[in-house]
């Protein structure tokens, strides 16, 4: 296959690529500041467009579940940008009132399409209305969270923190559900459900990624893992199921060409 940016390869860093939900459109977002389109065709590749978005390194981009706006957070920023592909508009969202963070970077869009969570600092959940883009409520785990995952159905979240603690939450009612520990787990990086609810992916600093089937993750507080996954070396920075649930991805951005299919 031909690179699928080939008619724009972008200056920095790529922090996203992401397909569009239902076109044949993908997208990429970096340290160069700037969010590409390109129509994939498997020849040429056309980009469709690009914007630019000054002085903001993106650190995360992501489409909306209709796919009709993009998302992107910057890396020291406490601002975000909404791309409104309908009619062609960037909107600076300067400030959520009610949310006091330095910085916002990492965020989830719940399945259904209702929810965005900004994970802040010191262990502050903030979820959003995807529709005003306002706060409709805040969560607190203990410590710090550094990963979080909407299960497919958007009724709860599982927020990973720093600690290697998963607290599990009703998106209803703001309440904390239950909370477990991820065995052996020296530090939290990343977490995903997969999308027939049936298993929990967790991925530590030291590389291992822990396996678990979602009805034990509710109600043990020590759960033992189906199956730890020892194949990276380096910290676990990304885990992400199929839409089969067939096959899970993990993968490590502090080495080159860490990625295993399991």
């Keep these: ?4 940016n080939q008619e724009r390869f972008a200056d920095g860093r790529l922090a ?10 993908v997208m990429t ?18 980009r469709i467009q690009s914007i630019y978005l000054e002085s903001f390194p993106i650190y995360k981009a992501c489409f909306s579940v209709d796919g009709e706006q993009v ?12 791309y409104d592909m309908m009619n062609g508009s960037i909107i600076p969202m300067q400030k959520v009132r009610g949310v006091e963070e330095r ?10 399409g209702s929810f965005m969570l900004l994970t802040g600092t010191s262990g502050y959940l903030h979820l959003l209305s995807m529709k005003t883009k306002e706060l409709i409520s805040t969560m607190k785990v203990n410590g710090r969270c550094t990963a979080c995952a909407f299960t497919p159905d958007s009724s709860k979240i599982y927020s990973y923190s720093k600690e290697g ?5 009703d998106v209803r009612s703001r309440k904390c559900l239950h909370k477990f520990e991820d065995e052996g787990s020296l530090e939290g990086k ?17 590389g291992v990624v822990n396996l678990y089937t979602t009805d034990v993750c509710l109600k ?38 860490a990625v295993k299919l399991v």
Excluded at 29 to 46: C, K, Y
């Design 190 to 206: 990343c977490i995903a459900v997969s999308k027939n609810n049936q298993y929990v992916a967790c991925g530590s600093s030291s």
């Design 165 to 169: 603690e998963v607290f599990i939450w």
């Design 29 to 46: 977002a970096g340290h160069d500041r700037s969010l590409s389109l390109f129509q994939v065709d498997g020849i040429r590749n056309p």
């Design 16 to 25: 996203t690529v992401q397909f569009h939900p239902s076109a044949q459109v």
């Design 71 to 82: 998302i992107a957070t910057g890396t020291h920023h406490k601002m975000f940008y909404v």
């Design 220 to 257: 043990e507080n020590h759960p033992k893992p189906v199956k730890a996954i020892m194949n990276l070396v380096t910290s676990a920075t990304c885990v992400t199921f199929n839409p089969t649930t067939e096959i899970l991805a993990v993968a490590s951005r502090e080495t080159d060409e």
């Design 1 to 4: 296959c031909l690179p699928a």
């Design 103 to 112: 910085f916002l970077r990492s965020f989830e869009i719940s399945p259904d």
